[in-house]
């Protein structure tokens, strides 16, 4: 694994960041692409958010490079939950605290470790040449602490099929979440542009509508109890946009509990929190339906709520009482 670094410079000439930065480096412009949208690139002290816009002459940019990781993961004997599995595809319940795949700081131990040990120990070739050797089978991907179903692919049918469907935003997904306080009204859609916080490169943000920067989001919510000072909702998503549950609750003002990035603990539940040690957000990926890529049949798979989460909405319920 190599050291990592940094690189820092200035702009030659007028171009699109990403031309003019692989101008300015060594790195091509697939890699400088990826580092925009980690979070890595910054321009005028400013993180970028999009290898499209402009730059110009003389303008200062600063590129954070992590250390590369072995990009072919490792089998790994890791109990999984499979809710689904035929030879073209894999549905699988993941829990709270998995990563999807490995990346720097998560080498191993992720899901992607796990399927390539499941289908090797089946009498399946190996994942690795499916979609990347990175990140082999992976069309989507649900965040280390949420928990719930996400699909994996076994072919590269399978994979662009699946990809497919994603990209026209025809795959059916419903979460259900526990956020602050109860929204009003008690149904609605969020529609908010969703981009990199300048900020905070770890972050997302909701951008102005007409902004060039970032991707259009649509999450439609329904508050299905009211707790104490909470409630539990479902959010069925059109698009799927990093944090999009997340970001888009936080922008209403109603936080999903235990979010270590978006939230704030109100007062009167950070004692419940604490004494139930629920430090995740409180987000379950509770149903995902799509058309098999290769049989085309309709597909649709429920998940149940956690043990943690269901003890959460079960005592916020009786405070409420």
């Known amino acids: 694994m190599t050291e990592p670094r940094t690189l820092t410079g200035t702009i030659a000439a007028p171009a699109r960041l990403d031309k003019a930065l692989a101008e300015a480096t060594e790195l091509s412009r697939a890699r400088i692409q990826a580092l925009i949208a980690d979070g890595m690139v910054e321009i005028e002290g400013t993180y970028a958010s999009s290898p499209s816009q402009k730059v110009?002459?003389?303008a200062v940019f600063r590129i954070d490079i992590p250390p590369a990781a072995d990009p072919v993961a490792q089998p790994q004997d890791i109990p999984l939950t499979i809710?689904?599995?035929?030879?073209?595809?894999?549905v699988v319940d993941k829990p709270a605290g998995m990563v999807v795949h490995p990346a720097a700081g998560n080498p191993d131990g992720t899901l992607v470790n796990a399927l390539l040990?499941?289908?090797?120990?089946n009498g399946e070739s190996s994942l690795s040449g499916i979609g990347g050797v990175a990140r082999p089978g992976i069309v989507h991907r649900i965040d280390k602490?949420?928990?719930?179903?996400l699909v994996v692919a076994k072919s590269d049918a399978a994979h662009e099929g699946l990809?497919?469907?994603?990209?026209?935003h025809s795959v059916h997904r419903r979460y259900l979440a526990v956020c602050a306080g109860h929204p009003s009204p008690a149904k609605g859609t969020i529609d908010a542009r969703l981009g990199r916080s300048d900020a905070n490169r770890k972050k997302m943000a909701v951008l102005a509508k007409n902004s060039s920067r970032g991707k259009h989001a649509v999450t439609h919510y329904t508050v299905l109890d009211r707790l104490a000072d909470s409630a539990l909702i479902e959010c069925r998503l059109e698009t799927g946009r990093t944090h999009q549950v997340r970001v888009h609750c936080a922008s209403i003002g109603h936080a999903l509990l235990g979010d270590p990035l978006y939230g704030k603990v109100l007062k009167s539940l950070k004692t419940l929190l604490s004494e139930l040690q629920f430090a995740r957000q409180a987000l379950h990926a509770a149903e995902l339906g799509f058309e098999h890529p290769i049989t085309k049949s309709q597909l649709r798979f429920t998940s149940d709520l956690p043990g943690d989460m269901q003890e959460l909405i079960d005592e916020l319920g009786r405070s409420n009482r």
């Open 56 to 58: 110009r002459e003389g």
């Open 83 to 90: 809710t689904f599995e035929d030879e073209h595809l894999i």
């Open 117 to 121: 040990h499941h289908c090797a120990s």
């Open 145 to 149: 602490d949420t928990s719930g179903l």
């Open 163 to 168: 990809a497919a469907q994603f990209a026209a």
